[in-house]
Every structure is written in C-alpha cells, then in structure tokens.
C-alpha cells in the first residue's frame, strides 16, 4: 500500500561531500533546517569547521565533519570509519546513513583537447567520477534497506551537452549520469533511491577553481545574468530527499531562467 506520507529528515544522518564551499555548503544549512544531523567532508577543514557551525545554527539536531578527499581510495576508507563511529549500528546490521550526497567535484580548466593538460583531466575524472563511486562504495552497506534513504549524485547540464574546452569535464558528468542510472538499476528493489541533479549556471566557488583563481575570468561567466544560487541547488536536494519513500526523482535538469543552453545565455549590458 502506497502511503503518501512526506519522508521525514528530522534526526536522519545526511552525509555531504564538497561541504566545504558551495552546494555542499548550502546542502548542509538546508538539510540543518529540517533537523537532519549531518556528516561534513572535504579536503578543507577549517571551512568545515565554520559550516558545520553554521549548520547548528540553523537548526541541525548535530553536525560533524572529517576531513576527505574523494580522489583517494585511503581517504575515502579513512571518512568511512570515522562516518561508522558517528551513526552506530542497526541490529540489522545496516546502517542508519540515510542521505548521502555526493556533490564534491568540479571542473578543471577550459583548454581544448589539443592543449588539455593531463593533471586537469586527471583530477576532474578522478573526482567527479571516481570518488563519486568511492564515497557510494563504501556508503551503501551504511544505508538502512528500508524505503526511504536516498544517495542524490550532483550531475551538470555539461554531462548532457557539450562545449569547447569541457571534454574531460563533460566526459566527467556524462559518467556521473551513467553511474546515477546504472546504480537506479543495481539498488531496484532495495527500497533505497538514488537520483542526479544536473544544475546549469550557479554562481559558486565553481568557477574560481576552474580558472585557478582568476577571480576576473570567474566573475566573467556571471557578467549581466542572473545565476543560480548555491541555495536553489540545496532546497531543490531537500525536496527531493523528502519526498514519500515510492517517489524516486530520477533526473532534474536545472538551468537559470537567463540560460536555455549551455552557450546560450541572456546578458543585460553590464555598466
Ligand atoms: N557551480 C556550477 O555552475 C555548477 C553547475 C553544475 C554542476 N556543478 C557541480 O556541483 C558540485 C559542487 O560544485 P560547486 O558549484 O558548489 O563548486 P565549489 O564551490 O567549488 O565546491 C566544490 C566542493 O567540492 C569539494 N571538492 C573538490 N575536490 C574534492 C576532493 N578531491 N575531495 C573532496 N572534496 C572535494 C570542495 O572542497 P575542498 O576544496 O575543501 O576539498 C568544495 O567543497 C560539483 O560536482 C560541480 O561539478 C556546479
């Protein structure tokens, strides 16, 4: 019998990787707002520190964080076992993770495939890619196999379009969405969901990274449109982690109003 009952985050563990700025942070000041208790990681504590202060400001019934790099299989298992000792044991012997959020990523550089550097490559598959099938590896036995829990995997508009100078990243993004549906398959039956959020333009750290710190090129990508906001992305990962357990949202596609493709954006003359 199908219950439409909204599925409650209150008290529920909700893990966050790439906490540390951005969605990740935001993520975790939303889901704080409906009492979730939250599990923070990235490589960059000391923003840890201040976003899971934020977080218990905000309402969260409790908020750790660990340092993590998704790039490394040691990290990765190192995260883990710290996430273990926070949330206990079922008698099932599941655990009770009932959110994972894998958002940690993003892209590094704009040079074409002939001028691609390996190191950018390397670290946007290595993140975006692998870590994403690390951090769900050794997550999914944590996760209770009653209907409700949710892994949403944070995709791009760039894993279902292409531009020039994105080929590792688009290359990256298209995986995530393969990964995201493959997994829909291998968890049918679970009672576990897993969904992707693919975000078009949001004014983030996003863009300093991917432009090594040229805060002038980043600022650029903005210049006379409206973005996205780093709060749209974490209202929109709520919403769907609390809808009744027989909803799954497979795949949400959101771009701003001033972007109907990835190349095409409405700019008023900035003065
Ligand atoms: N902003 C956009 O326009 C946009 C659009 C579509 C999709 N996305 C995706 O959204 C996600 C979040 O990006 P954002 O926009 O919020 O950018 P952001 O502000 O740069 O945040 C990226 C986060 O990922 C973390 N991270 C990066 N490499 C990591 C690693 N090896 N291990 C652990 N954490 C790592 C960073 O933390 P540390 O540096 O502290 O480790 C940071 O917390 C990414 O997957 C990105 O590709 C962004």
């Known amino acids: 019998m199908t219950t439409r009952m909204k599925y409650s985050l209150k008290n529920k563990w909700v893990l966050i990787t790439g906490a540390s700025s951005g969605f990740g942070a935001a993520a975790a000041r939303a889901f704080a707002a409906e009492g979730a208790k939250l599990l923070l990681g990235a490589r960059r504590i000391d923003r840890l520190e201040k976003v899971a202060a934020r977080a218990v400001k905000a309402g969260a019934a409790a908020a750790h964080f660990h340092e993590l790099d998704v790039s490394s299989t040691a990290s990765v298992k190192t995260f883990m076992a710290w996430v273990k000792t926070k949330i206990g044991r079922r008698k099932s012997a599941a655990g009770n993770l009932h959110v994972l959020v894998n958002n940690a990523g993003g892209a590094h550089g704009l040079d074409s495939v002939a001028a691609g550097k390996d190191a950018d490559w390397e670290t946007t598959l290595q993140t975006n890619v692998l870590g994403l099938l690390r951090v769900t590896r050794a997550a999914l036995p944590l996760m209770p196999p009653d209907a409700g829990a949710s892994i949403l995997n944070i995709g791009s508009i760039a894993g279902r379009t292409a531009y020039a ?8 993004k298209a995986g995530e969405l393969a990964v995201t549906r493959v997994l829909r398959h291998e968890l049918l ?3 576990i969901r897993v969904g992707t959020i693919d975000p078009g333009l949001a004014e983030t750290e996003f863009s300093v990274v991917r432009f090594k710190g040229d805060k002038k090129k980043a600022d650029d990508v903005y210049a006379g449109m409206n973005p996205l906001t780093a709060e749209d992305i974490a209202e929109i990962m ?10 799954n949202i ?11 493709e990835m190349g095409k954006v409405f700019r008023r003359p900035v003065k």
């Open 165 to 172: 100078g994105a080929a590792a990243y688009c290359a990256a």
């Open 189 to 191: 039956g679970t009672g």
């Open 238 to 247: 709520v919403w769907v982690a609390s809808r009744p357990p027989h909803v």
């Open 250 to 260: 497979d795949e949400i596609l959101v771009k701003p109003t001033d972007q109907a």
